[in-house]
Structure formats: C-alpha cells, structure tokens
C-alpha cells in the first residue's frame, strides 16, 4: 500500500500526498510514521488503563509525546530513526503486557509484532489515516490527531526545561486511545476536538511559563540582521533550551551564533542578550533556508522543524538534535543526565567555515509578548479610546512556499494606517521588514514571538476585553486573518477555538483532512472562513474608511 498523508497545508492537489510527500517526506517514511503512531494509540489504551486501576506509566507518557512529536511535518525525515522507535516502542508494549494484568481483549489485540523494516512497512499499509473509512469520522479523529502533535511539541520544549503537567500526558492518552475507538459517535468526537482545544490553552500556557522563567519575559528588542565578521552557527527550531546551551558553549570560541526562521524570538529573550557573541537573526521563514544555508557559510542546528531536503552543497554542514532529524545529517544525543548537550563537533566545523556572506542590513523589531505589551497597556487603550487604533488584526501562524502566500504581504501592506497587526509565529515573515511605520510609538507590527506565543496574543485579547468591559471577546476590534501550515497551527486553531474567538478566517487554503460536514460544523459553530482577495477581505475584516 502506498502513503497517504494529508496533514499540512501543502498536501498535493489539496487533497493528500500519496507518492511522495510535496514537503519531501518519502513514501516508506509516511508509512513508518502511520505505524508509529497506530503504536502510540495502542500504548495508550494500555496507559488508560494503567490510570483506572494503577499508575500511569511515565515511559508510556514520553514516548507517545516524542512519537507525535518527531511526526509533525517537517521535522523528521528519518527512515531509520522511525524504525527504531517503532522497535522501542514495540519493546515497551511488551514489557507493559508482560508486567501488568490487562483485560483479555487489549492482550488479545495486541499479540501482533513486526521484526524486519518490510514487516513494519506492511502493517503500516493498512493502519494509516485511510483504515478510518467513514470521511466525517477519519476527518475528526486526524483533526483530534494533529492538534495533538502540535500540542506535543510545545510540552517536550517545556519538558526540556523541567516543566510538566501529568494532566496533559493523561489527555493525550485520551485522545490517542479514543481514535481506536469506533463506538464513538460524530459529537463525542468533536467533543474530543474542543477539549483537544482547552489542553492546547493549558499546554501553551505551561511552555509560556517555562520559558519565561527560564530566560525573563521577551521585551521590545531591535533585532540585527545584518553580519560580523567571524564565523558563526545558525541555529533554527523552537526550543529554547538547546539556544541557551549552544550560547554557553560557543563563548568565548571566536564563534558568533545566529537565529534563523522560528528561532528569531530568541533574540527578544533578557537571558539570551548579555552574550555578546549572539548577533541577531540571518534570512527569513524556513522555506528559504536552501539559498540562505548556502549563504551563510557556517554549520546550522535544526532543534526542531522545518528541515527542507538539502542541497548537496551544505548538506554535510547540517546538524540535528531532539525529534528532527535527517538522513546524512549528524545528529547531537540527548542531555541524558548530562547538564548540556554537547554541541563541541557543531563548534569545530564552524572553526573552519567562511563567515556567513551578508543578504542584507538593518534591524526589525520584535519582543511584543503578553508582558511587554501588558506594559504598554495605559498607551494602547488610550489609543483604541481615542480612535487612533481602528483594529488590530492577528495574522499569526505559518508562512511557507506556495506563490499564494503573497496575499499575507499584500494584505498587509493594504491595510489603512490606524490598524495594527498581531502576529506570531513565522506567518510575520511575509511583512515583518516592511517599513509600516508606527501609532503614536507603538509599532503597527506586534510581534510576540513564536507559533505557541500565540498564548499571549489570547492574554491580551483577554486583558482588553477586561479592561473595556465586555462581555464578550468578539466584541473587541480585533480580527483574525491566520495562515496555516503544520500541525502546530492547528493545536494553536483549536485553542482559539476553545477560548470563543470567532469569525476566524483561515488560509491560504482550508485543510484537506476537513471533510465538508466538518467544515459545516466549524462554519456554524465558530464562523470559521477561508480567505478571497485581499481587497475583498480588507472590506470584510476592517470595513471601508
Ligand atoms: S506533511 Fe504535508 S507535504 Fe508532507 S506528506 Fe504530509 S501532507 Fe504531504
Ligand atoms: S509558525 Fe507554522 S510553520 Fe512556523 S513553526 Fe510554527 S506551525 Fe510551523
């Protein structure tokens, strides 16, 4: 059987890759993810039941939150990492069923195995997103799914950093084993979907707190990006942790350190900036890094996604750690009981690069998180109160390849000089070294930082809802026009989802796991629409002068 994968915005024709992923996924990696995740759920069914008659089971909990995570588009490519992990994770089903007590049916089902890689290929065939037959349900159980993966990086980032919640282990347990589950009907599932939701809120307000105790509150920050003169290592990903121990390790080696793409909020972080070594942020969004790593001469870190397929030109230049991984790409291990991970080889083959090549000068401005802002309270309600503020509009989520992305710089652009734009994630390429000028000092581009630092855009919706009183958070002037791409987004979609945002609009294309009656429900439930011109749009979102 061959792949079938639907799970980000790229799926081929709109519809589903199904012979090679159009993001460079191959087939038999599809297929071993499919597997790997079918494990996670059955996994899960034996914790669920751990947690009714005993303790749930700590290795069960990490291996389900790494597996969905290293499944999430563009973070793993890695054929013989996945083979492993199935092999792990088939181990640890074994030793569950060998040191517990389970009802005869959940022994009985899972009495299967898979030794070799065309073994675990087969079974993979037929356990995919395509074994749930019916659309609307197979539509709501991967809308569960996906939510989930995205749910499950932002907890490893704040797990890297000691922070935990078992509540949020146990519901994606809850999830994972309720997928296998076919005496559930449409409702109990999108029941499912809105609680996935409320643990999105909960899980991003967990890694909020991780990192900012960890490192300080982002605050307002120019961030350079231009370049020295040394060499230097590029850094891309999500987790903070990994940034902090490549900063220690490269001091003082004649070594710079730059961020590239989601890692950009980094440079907003007080802890990060008192190293004089770390300069700013090199190029754009992830889709870019082909020309970028070329010219930027020096070794990269991937912490997390987005990995693009390499050009042979840098390819022995790329290192991964944590989930990402790559096939011909040198990856660093785990801290294991370790303060830091060891990044000595990274900093040697920087020793030996050019310093990176300059593609431009200048600074852009970021840091706009929920504290910072909370800051600006006083001028910002005074600017709403006074009419300077028209509307903010939050264009948080993803930026990526496809030509019609272009509407999201357009859009901006077009949009009158008394908005503003709330945005997060690394949607704010498409407009973020645009010259849109300022309301009374404060920028017409907020930006808060990463994708899950859109829980601050939702604590400053809150806090003005507060603040002017009302009784509903769409009362506020705020719009959402929100580009998507991964899994991350959709975790990030159903939060806003689960705190009463309506009336989201959704681009550049809907996904395709939603079925039409999925749709229907989200478009009579929560307004959620998709996007037309950007001349039609700004008429529909902010009104005519
Ligand atoms: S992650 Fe996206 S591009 Fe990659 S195979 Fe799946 S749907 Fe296709
Ligand atoms: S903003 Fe989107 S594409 Fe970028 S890392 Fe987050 S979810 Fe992925």
New binding site residues.
């Given amino acids: 059987m061959s792949m079938f994968c639907y799970q980000c915005q790229e799926a081929a024709k709109g519809s589903g890759c199904t012979v090679k992923g159009v993001c460079g996924k191959t087939d038999d990696v599809a297929i071993l993810q499919d597997l790997l995740i079918y494990l996670c759920k059955e996994l899960s069914l034996l914790n669920q039941e751990n947690i009714s008659v005993r303790q749930t089971d700590r290795r069960v909990d990490l291996f389900v939150m790494k597996s969905l995570f290293a499944t999430i ?2 973070a793993n490519f890695h054929r013989a990492a996945f083979v492993a992990r199935i092999q792990q994770g088939l181990e640890l089903r074994d030793a569950l069923l060998a040191e517990n007590a389970y009802p005869n049916e959940l022994t009985t089902r899972m009495q299967w195995t898979v030794q070799s890689e065309e073994e675990m290929l087969a079974k993979g065939g037929v356990v995919g997103v395509l074994s749930t037959e019916n659309e609307d349900v197979r539509s709501l159980r991967e809308l569960s799914i996906y939510g989930l993966k ?1 749910l499950a990086a932002y907890a490893e980032h704040a797990y890297n950093l000691k922070f935990e919640d078992q509540a949020i282990f146990d519901f994606m347990g809850e999830v994972l084993s309720k997928t296998l589950n076919d005496t559930l009907t449409a409702d109990e599932l999108t029941a499912l979907v809105l609680k996935t939701g409320e643990f999105g809120v909960k899980t991003m307000a967990l890694l909020d707190e991780a990192n900012t105790t960890t490192y300080g509150n982002p605050e307002m920050t120019s961030v350079n990006i231009g370049v020295g003169t040394r060499p230097g290592i590029l850094i891309s990903g ?1 987790d903070l942790r990994d940034m902090e121990d490549l900063l220690k390790q490269t001091q003082g080696t004649g070594i710079d350190v730059y961020t590239h ?2 890692m950009l909020p980094a440079n907003y972080y007080p802890a990060f900036k008192k190293y004089d070594h770390f300069i700013g942020n090199y190029g754009n ?2 889709w870019k890094q082909k020309e970028e790593f070329e010219s930027f001469n020096g070794p990269v870190l991937f912490t ?3 990995i693009v397929p390499p050009a042979k030109s840098y390819a022995n230049r790329v290192y991964t750690t944590g989930e990402a991984g790559f096939e011909g790409f040198l990856h660093i291990p785990e801290r294991g009981d370790k303060e830091m991970k060891d990044f000595s080889a990274i900093i040697e083959h920087a020793k030996k690069c050019a310093p990176p090549t300059e593609i431009e000068t200048g600074e852009i401005v970021g840091g706009f998180a929920h504290a910072q802002v909370l800051a600006l309270a006083d001028k910002v309600v005074d600017a709403v109160k006074s009419g300077a503020i028209r509307k903010f509009v939050v264009m948080a ?4 390849r496809m030509k019609s992305r272009n509407y999201y710089t357009d859009f901006a652009k077009e949009l009158p000089n008394d908005t503003v734009i709330l945005t997060a ?3 704010k390429f498409r407009y973020n070294k645009l010259k849109l000028g300022d309301i009374g000092g404060i920028p017409r581009v907020l930006d808060a930082g ?2 899950n630092d859109s829980y601050s855009l939702a604590i400053i919706a809150m806090k003005l809802q507060e603040v002017f009183g009302l009784a509903d958070i769409n009362e506020l002037p705020i719009v959402y026009n929100i580009a ?6 959709v975790i ?1 979609l159903l939060a806003l989802l689960s705190l009463g945002v309506k009336d989201i609009h959704l681009g550049p294309t809907l996904p395709a796991f939603l079925s039409p009656n999925v749709v229907n429900v989200l478009v009579e439930n929560f307004g959620i629409a998709g996007i037309s011109t950007v001349e039609a749009d700004l008429e529909n979102l902010i009104g005519l002068a």
């Fill in positions: 588009t563009n995205g999500h793409s989601e969004a992830w997390t996604n987005c989520g993803c930026d990526a994630g690394c949607a990463q994708c998507w791409y991964e899994q991350k987004a990030v």
